[in-house]
């Protein structure tokens, strides 16, 4: 089984910090990872797929990158609509699909 | 508008079933891999099951593996979940998610969510 491994499980940042997550795979998945955004009581939101594609209507100061076993998503400015846990999930095979933890980030 | 609608939770003694159903519309449901991904409550997202365009292949989590049966009814427009012998650790929201198309891979759209409880 592929294990997903997500840092910080905590953030905390001023609106306009640029802020980075990272997810890190137990064996190489390539480029196979997605990253969602989730708010308290709604459901998670793609925002980027294969690493570092842009989600359509997702803001550009979301990015990706990475490949193999790291991988990272990038807000380069935050803003206050961003304050929410942030999952990486890998997409490796089809037989198996796994989340990262999760990153909440906070309002400083 | 792509729109996954779950129904089917609700408060289950442990060891009773569930079955939670999903209405899909506003895509062409019998063209893609569907999925069911659940989250504990205060917990993080977990990757439940999934099912081929057709039905003919299904994967589960292997800690789900013989209690849960996941099936579709694409002249229905429908995904379902049956849930047998119920632990109180299945106690989370259950999301019905379509799996992108190319690869069948990650989720781009997803329902609401239902809730389901298991408690004496």
């Known amino acids: 089984d592929i294990q997903m491994t997500q840092s910080p499980s905590t953030l905390s940042a001023f609106v306009g910090d640029r802020v980075t997550i990272t997810c890190r795979a137990s064996?190489?998945?390539?480029?196979?990872l997605a990253w969602y955004q989730q708010k308290p009581g709604k459901a998670p939101k793609l925002l980027i797929y294969k690493a570092s594609s842009l989600e359509s209507g997702v803001p550009s100061r979301f990015s990706g990158s990475g490949s193999g076993t790291e991988f990272t998503l990038t807000i380069s400015s935050l803003q206050p609509d961003d304050f929410a846990t942030y999952y990486c999930q890998q997409y490796n095979s089809i037989r198996e699909y796994t989340f990262g933890q999760g990153t909440k980030l906070e309002i400083k | 508008e792509v729109q996954l609608m779950e129904s089917g939770g609700g408060l289950v003694q442990p060891g009773g079933s569930l079955r939670l159903s999903c209405a899909a519309s506003g895509f062409t449901f019998s063209s893609y891999w569907m999925s069911w991904v659940r989250q504990a409550p205060g917990k993080g997202l977990e990757w439940v099951a999934n099912i081929k365009q057709d039905g003919s292949d299904k994967y589960y989590v292997d800690s789900m593996k013989g209690r849960f049966t996941i099936s579709r009814d694409n002249a229905k427009n429908s995904l379902y979940l049956q849930m047998n012998s119920l632990r109180a650790e299945d106690t989370a929201v259950y999301y019905c998610?379509?799996?992108?198309?190319?690869?069948?891979?990650?989720?781009?759209?997803w329902g609401q969510g239902t809730l389901v409880t298991v408690s004496s």
């Open positions: 998610a379509r799996t992108e198309r190319v690869r069948a891979g990650y989720f781009d759209y």
């Open positions: 064996q190489s998945i390539s480029s196979w």
